[in-house]
Every structure is written in structure tokens, then in C-alpha cells.
């Protein structure tokens, strides 16, 4: 592949002599969009972690391309009581901040809002008032003020009623066009990513797959062994 | 009414009600980040601070002021460093400051000091420095939450709101330690260094469910802080009764109050 945005080079992590992730390789191409997909425990959330720079404790090489922007929408998490209330206003202000690493222009509130598809009018209701999916697009909303090209989702849907999981892997699919961005989708809902995918990486500690979603649907036993065996 | 014209309780009010601000705007960033405790263990390693100013002959409550933020600094780099847990730091250093104080002020053999004053507050002793001081760390704090509120505000909410990954400054999570520790000197002087805790929460888990944004939040807490200090200090002019407790007392009756109030609420919307 030329140039590639990221790329893992036999990156292997053990906790405790539990081997977590076992020589995992591959290449992720510009403006793809990038399933990771795999069973709890897979080591997805690991990998991830590794490729955001947040985890340095492993074997192998990561590499980013000079000059990408990386902006990440950790797992959304319900059913916070403790949480207190944020506007949806504070919640994206928090990202407009110098010392975020992001500039601190000013924003268009109702065009941020509109283009992921959410009403002005929640601008100034509390956050965790929405619905998992509101939620969501609001994230993505933050997240793209960072300018990113390339942007790791982590389990997206994970708190999303299943009416909007559609519209939100849709949204997700026209942000990544019309940005031209790299997303890097971690899921575990193989069959609604596998459509949207131009690439699927099933891991299970090791990779098992390294394709495009119509490799793994065509070859004869390759979908249900690899995807439902292992992932 | 004749009594607020006696400079002793003119002072008392300007102090009070400048913790009251403190406490009431700071608040909600300390429950938010789950640091309610820090503010005792603060308190703790503040009366150290007190023992050692014994120790070498400055006033106790200024010799407190050094001692907080320097081990603020020191529990906001060991907290950074992951090596231990929040709770296990803050045992060590509350048990470990009362410690220090302790030996301090028997090495010191001041047979006139009593710790009671700062474990539970002398409002109605403030002199004019000491309200300057309380006025001009007021000023200084909520200047400081006004030119850095959105940073503050994303350094002390849970990781799962936050910027994720790397765009944390910690710098301004050391920032955020000061003020407390700031905010736990005034109170130790006011209100007492172990009472000041529930002026910092208490107040914020009375308005938590009447606001929508962060900054309603603040706005309530601030006045349900500034209103507990008001009527408890008026309350103290006529009730023989520690202030403090009279304070303390006011936030908890609010508290008891919305609880009342909004279950009511909620039935009649039912």
C-alpha cells in the first residue's frame, strides 16, 4: 500500500504473561474507512490504545503519517448518575481550547449542531438528557472541530438504541467523504459495519482477516469461520 | 440590626461571604471530579503547615498557606504518576499531616495555641489582614475560573467527557489543586479546616437537579453557599451556638428542603 496513514508492525502486548495481542500487522490506507472487529476480550480496545499513543508499553512499531490529525470518540457510557449537568453548549465548548490541542475559533454552534444532524434547539439542554445516539453525533460534532483526518471510533453504537444505529453508521459513512478523513471503526457489530467497511480487520489476539468485507462474503466458509468463529 | 455595625461582624460577613463565593463556585468542579475528600486531606497538611509556623515563630495561618500548595503539587505529580490510588494518597496525607502537626506544636511548646480555631473555624475573630487576605484570594480565584473556565472545566470532568487521550493539560489539573488548596486556607480560617468540606458539596448536591449547564450549576451552589453563610452567621448573633455549625446547619436544612420540594414536584408530575 502507498503511503499509508497507520501503520502496525508486528505489535504484540502481554499483562502478566497473558499474551493480549500476538504479532498483529497491517496497513490502513487514506480516506478508508477501517472496521476492527472481534469478541470481548479480542484485544480491540488494546489496540486501539496502542495506535492512539496512550498505551507505550508493547513489541513492534506503530506508525502515523507526519501531519495527521487523530481525534478519538471513546465507548459512550450511558448510565452515569454521578455525572453532573453540562450543557451541550459547555460539552463541545470544552473542545474549542488552545491547551486541547485545538484552536479556539469561534464556533458556528447551529451549523456544528446540523451537521451531524442534531436540533439547534438542544444546544442549551443538559447532555446526558439525550438519547445515546444524540449523544453520539453531538461526540462526533466535538470531535470533528478538531479538524481530524483521521478519527477512531470506539464502539459507536454500543449505547445507541437499535432505530438509530443506521442513521448514525450513515453518518458516519458522509462525514468520512465529505472530510476525506480515515475512520478506524472498532465494533462488535459485524453485520451492520461490514457493508460500510472498505476494509475489515478481524482480530482475536492475532489478525485473523486483513480484507475487504466482499473477500470475507465471497470466499466459500470464510465469513461464518472467521467473522462468527472468531469475531 | 444593631449588631452589623460592630466591625467584628461586619468582618465576619465579608469573610463569610467571600468563602461562601469560593466554595460555592469551586464546588462543582470538586464533586465533579471526585475530589470531595481532598479537601479534608488539604485541611490536614494545612494544620501541619500551622505546627511548622509555630515552629519558627510566623503566624499559623499564614505558615499554612506554603505547606498546602507545595503538597498540593506533590499529591497532584504522585496522582499523575499512577503509582498509587486516590484514597490510599489521601489517608497518608491527612493521618500523615495531622501527624506532623502534632509533633510540631509539641516541639513548639505553645501553651496559648489551640488547633480548634482552624479544625472548626473562628469567623468572628477575622482582623482586618486576615479579611484583606480572604478578599484579595476571592479575587485572585474567581479571576482565575473566569480566564480558564472551559479548560477547568474539561480537566475535572470524568475521562469519558473529556478530550480524550493526551489533550488533558496536566498543568491545569495542577491549577485546579492550588485554587482548593487556596479555598481550604480561607476556610480554615472562617469556617474551619474540617468543616469547610461541606460547604464545597453540599451546596452542590442541593441545586444538582435544578440546573442544565455547568454554569447554572454554579450560579445555584453559589447562592444556596452565599444563603447558608448568611443565615448561619445571623443565626450566630442570637443563638449561643458555634457559627460554623450554624452554617453547616443552614446547608444541610436547604438540602433537606429541595429534597422535600422536588419529591413533591415529582409526584404532582407523576
Known amino acids: 500500500m502507498n503511503n499509508p496513514v497507520i501503520t502496525v508492525n508486528n505489535v504484540t502486548k502481554s499483562v502478566a504473561s497473558r499474551r493480549l495481542l500476538d504479532d498483529v500487522s497491517f496497513t490502513i490506507a487514506p480516506q478508508s474507512l477501517v472496521s476492527l472487529i472481534g469478541p470481548n476480550g479480542a484485544g480491540k480496545s ?34 452515569d448518575q454521578y455525572q453532573l449537568p453540562m450543557s451541550v453548549y459547555e460539552y463541545i465548548s470544552i473542545a474549542t481550547n488552545r491547551l486541547y490541542g485545538n484552536s479556539s475559533k469561534k464556533i458556528d454552534f447551529e451549523k456544528t449542531l446540523s451537521h451531524v444532524g442534531v436540533a439547534v434547539e438542544k444546544l442549551h439542554q443538559s ?34 438504541d437499535y432505530a438509530s444505529r443506521s442513521g448514525l453508521y450513515e453518518l458516519i459513512r458522509h462525514l468520512q467523504k465529505d472530510h476525506k478523513m480515515t475512520v478506524l471503526l472498532v465494533s462488535h457489530d459485524i453485520d451492520s459495519v461490514l457493508p460500510l467497511s472498505d476494509q475489515v480487520l478481524c482480530l482475536n489476539r492475532t489478525l485473523h482477516s486483513n480484507c475487504h468485507p466482499s473477500e470475507l462474503s465471497t470466499q466459500d466458509g470464510m465469513y461464518n469461520q472467521t467473522i462468527h468463529h472468531h469475531c | 440590626m444593631e449588631l452589623l455595625t460592630y466591625t467584628f461582624v461586619q468582618y465576619a460577613f465579608l469573610g463569610g461571604i467571600s468563602m461562601a463565593i469560593l466554595t460555592g463556585i469551586l464546588g462543582p468542579f470538586v464533586v465533579q471530579s471526585r475530589q470531595s475528600i481532598a479537601s479534608d486531606m488539604f485541611a490536614h497538611v494545612a494544620l501541619a503547615g500551622i505546627g511548622g509556623a509555630l515552629l519558627v515563630g510566623i503566624g499559623p ?43 510540631f506544636v509539641h516541639i513548639a511548646r505553645d501553651t496559648v495555641f489551640s488547633f480548634e480555631n482552624y479544625l472548626f473555624g473562628s469567623i468572628l475573630t477575622l482582623t482586618t489582614t486576615d479579611v484583606l487576605a480572604i478578599l484579595v484570594s476571592t479575587i485572585v480565584v474567581v479571576a482565575v475560573l473566569w480566564c480558564l473556565w472551559y479548560p477547568l472545566l474539561g480537566a475535572t470532568q470524568s475521562p469519558r467527557y473529556l478530550i480524550p487521550f493526551r489533550r488533558t493539560p496536566k498543568l491545569v489539573q495542577l491549577l485546579f489543586f492550588w485554587l482548593l488548596a487556596i479555598v481550604v486556607w480561607v476556610g480554615i480560617k472562617t469556617i474551619g479546616g474540617l468543616l469547610i468540606g461541606a460547604l464545597l458539596v453540599i451546596p452542590v448536591l442541593t441545586v444538582r437537579n435544578w440546573a442544565t449547564s455547568f454554569k447554572q450549576l454554579v450560579l445555584l451552589s453559589t447562592a444556596t ?46
Open chain 2, 225 to 270: 453557599s452565599v444563603s447558608s453563610v448568611s443565615l448561619g452567621l445571623m443565626a450566630a448573633l442570637y443563638v449561643d451556638m458555634p457559627p460554623s455549625s450554624l452554617i453547616i446547619g443552614m446547608s444541610i436544612l436547604l438540602f433537606i428542603l429541595q429534597t422535600v420540594v422536588g419529591s413533591l414536584m415529582r409526584k404532582r408530575q407523576m
Open chain 1, 46 to 79: 488494546t489496540l486501539v490504545k496502542i495506535i492512539l499513543g496512550i498505551d507505550a508499553q508493547y513489541e513492534g512499531t506503530v506508525v502515523i503519517r507526519p501531519g495527521e490529525r487523530v481525534q478519538y470518540i471513546p465507548q459512550l457510557v450511558i448510565d
Open chain 2, 61 to 103: 495561618w499564614w505558615g499554612a498557606l506554603p505547606a498546602l500548595i507545595v503538597v498540593s503539587t506533590l499529591i497532584w505529580w504522585l496522582l499523575d504518576s499512577g503509582t498509587y490510588s486516590p484514597d490510599a494518597l489521601a489517608m497518608f496525607f491527612l493521618s500523615g499531616g495531622l501527624a506532623l502537626a502534632l509533633a
Open chain 1, 127 to 160: 447532555y446526558i438528557s439525550l438519547s445515546g445516539g444524540e449523544r453520539q453525533r453531538v461526540a462526533i460534532a466535538r470531535a470533528l472541530l478538531g479538524d481530524p483526518t483521521i478519527l477512531v471510533l470506539d464502539e459507536p453504537l454500543a449505547a445507541v
